[in-house]
């Protein structure tokens, strides 16, 4: 078994993480190999990149969706959230 390479506590807010994907497309040039994920009660999208060295680098995007069930990506690489709310969001900046 492999532990986990990220983890947060449950509290604050958060409630459950909704996985993602690793960004390959090309409208946000900085965000290439990062793994976009959410947690589906704050709505925060957020992203890590594993280092060389084993550690993680976390950052928080700017976008907040609510209630992100899932995550989608196109033959192109961007990345789409869907939300409970009936809304499909495309990821286009930070």
């Not at 090309?26 to 890590?48: K, M, P, R, T």
Request: proline share 3%; net charge neutral; charged share 15%.
């Amino acid at each position: 078994m492999t532990p986990p390479v990220y983890e947060y506590a449950n509290g604050d807010g958060t409630c459950s993480v909704t996985g993602g994907y690793v960004y390959r497309g090309s409208a946000i040039q900085v965000l290439d190999g990062w793994y976009v994920f959410a947690d589906y009660c704050l709505g925060h999208l957020e992203a890590n990149r594993l280092r060389a060295d084993g550690s993680v680098r976390h950052k928080r995007l700017i976008a907040t969706v609510g209630a992100i069930t899932s995550f989608g990506q196109d033959p192109t690489g961007e990345v789409y959230a869907m939300s409970r709310s009936g809304g499909v969001y495309r990821l286009t900046s930070l």
